[in-house]
């Protein structure tokens, strides 16, 4: 016998628990089903940044000629793996399309739009649930030693202004002196006074905690195999038997199209995105703030508990190996700008899959064709910046209130 539930979510990322949690405060009864362990997947070695100044989408003018340029680099910033994946190929056929000055700007509305609802909601959402993850919100920077490439990011200064995210350019004089984690060299910087940081592994578990003290259940290690509609509701089978819903979420990340896929549902064009991060302890010179190292796209995190180097954007399919070139390309980067690029003590190397829409705008909302079955996937690397908006627009859309965001750039019918 099918156990029955209001809402089954299923993923225990970051966007599945917040999800989760808007749907229990709009008196939605919710369990969130995870195959692995809660925020296993990229919700774990992300950099943690709360960032809409990251409003413009990876889809930019000259994305796809660097990336081929790139092809042979396997440390390259933005990499594709060469091998036979017509699925892959397909996918970066239909981004390629989209890397315009027109979509660009399109997608980076949609973004901007979803970022600033969650910045604004996030440090309520901390308060008022009692989540304790170094919440900061001090900014973040992108620093450059090259003079053209500063020059090329402050022209989209505008279009940020225009969508209400603010930033100052400092010069490099200035921001060395402000700054002595840096080395010499620097040219200028860009500082986003809107951007906030976290420690996501913390910010999970303390969204876990929320969840299940609002009386939510959460089952862990328990595999969705199928799922299948019909106009009363949905059965989902899983590695510990049947379950019945009213309705059900896919939020598993970089896997929800493999899922959506396997139950005829519908084909998401989603690719994951493979990123690495290293966790140390905090060195003793440590910058201030979270940093964007532009020119070798490095990102770095300081908390009270820690230090983080991170990014780089790999499509190498769900290869599960452990790339050291490019984990040794953080270390790299991070050596050409800063006095103390590592910790004293590694804690951790990480890889995790991003999903990463085809237009890099997420895709939230009812599947076409389907009464019963959502979906919140595709945020890219914008998982933890996006999740409390992506949330409440889910939450509006399943329980039928006016919601807060227009919808429709984040629908899934755009792909139809």
Same mark, same amino acid.
């Given at each position: 016998m099918e156990k029955a539930h209001d809402v089954v979510i299923i993923g225990g990322g970051v966007i599945g628990l917040a999800s989760a949690l808007a749907l229990m405060e709009a008196d939605r009864t919710v369990m969130v089903l995870e195959a692995r362990s809660v925020g296993s997947g990229s919700s774990h070695g992300n950099c943690g940044t709360v960032t809409p100044s990251h409003a413009p989408p990876l889809s930019a003018p000259g994305t796809i000629g660097k990336a081929l340029k790139w092809m042979l680099t396997p440390d390259a910033p933005f990499y594709v793996k060469p091998r036979l994946d017509?699925?892959?190929?397909h996918w970066l056929m239909r981004f390629a399309s989209r890397c315009n000055t027109r979509d660009w700007q399109k997608a980076m509305v949609a973004r901007a739009s979803i970022l600033e609802a969650s910045r604004a909601a996030m440090p309520e959402w901390i308060a008022r649930h009692g989540i304790d993850c170094e919440f900061d919100e001090s900014g973040v920077d992108y620093v450059f030693r090259n003079d053209s490439k500063l020059e090329r990011i402050a022209r989209e200064l505008p279009y940020l202004a225009d969508l209400g995210?603010?930033?100052?350019?400092?010069?490099?004089?200035d921001y060395l002196r402000s700054e002595p984690a840096l080395r010499e060299?620097?040219?200028?910087?860009?500082?986003?006074?809107?951007?906030?940081?976290?420690?996501?592994?913390?910010?999970?578990?303390?969204?876990?905690?929320?969840?299940?003290?609002?009386?939510?259940s959460i089952v862990e290690r328990c595999e969705v195999l199928g799922i299948d509609a019909s106009e009363s509701g949905v059965s989902v089978a899983t590695s510990q038997g049947g379950m019945r819903a009213r309705d059900v979420v896919i939020a598993t990340g970089a896997w929800?199209?493999?899922?959506? /896929?396997?139950?005829?549902?519908?084909?998401?064009?989603?690719?994951?995105? /493979?990123?690495?991060?290293?966790?140390?302890?905090?060195?003793?010179l440590a910058p201030r703030r979270p940093m964007v190292l532009h020119e070798h796209s490095v990102c770095v995190t300081t908390w009270g508990s820690g230090y983080r180097l991170g990014s780089t954007m790999e499509f190498s399919g769900y290869d599960t190996s452990l790339n050291r070139s490019r984990l040794d390309a953080l270390e790299r980067g991070a050596a050409i700008y800063l006095h103390e690029p590592v910790g004293p003590v590694k804690r951790e190397e990480w890889f995790?899959?991003?999903?990463?829409?085809?237009?890099?705008?997420?895709?939230?909302?009812?599947?076409?064709?389907?009464?019963h079955v959502w979906v919140s996937a595709?945020?890219?690397?914008?998982?933890?910046?996006m999740s409390t908006g992506s949330a409440r627009l889910l939450a509006d859309l399943i329980t039928g209130r006016a919601p807060q965001l227009d919808p429709t750039p984040f629908a899934a019918e755009r792909f139809r």
């Open positions: 017509p699925a892959l190929w995210i603010a930033s100052h350019i400092i010069s490099g004089d060299g620097v040219v200028g910087a860009i500082h986003f006074p809107g951007d906030a940081h976290l420690r996501p592994d913390r910010f999970v578990a303390g969204l876990a905690d929320a969840v299940r003290s609002m009386g939510g929800s199209p493999l899922l959506a /896929k396997s139950s005829g549902l519908m084909r998401l064009p989603i690719q994951p995105g /493979k990123g690495y991060s290293i966790t140390y302890d905090r060195p003793a995790g899959w991003r999903p990463v829409c085809v237009d890099d705008v997420p895709i939230i909302g009812r599947l076409p064709l389907q009464q595709g945020h890219g690397m914008l998982g933890i910046s």
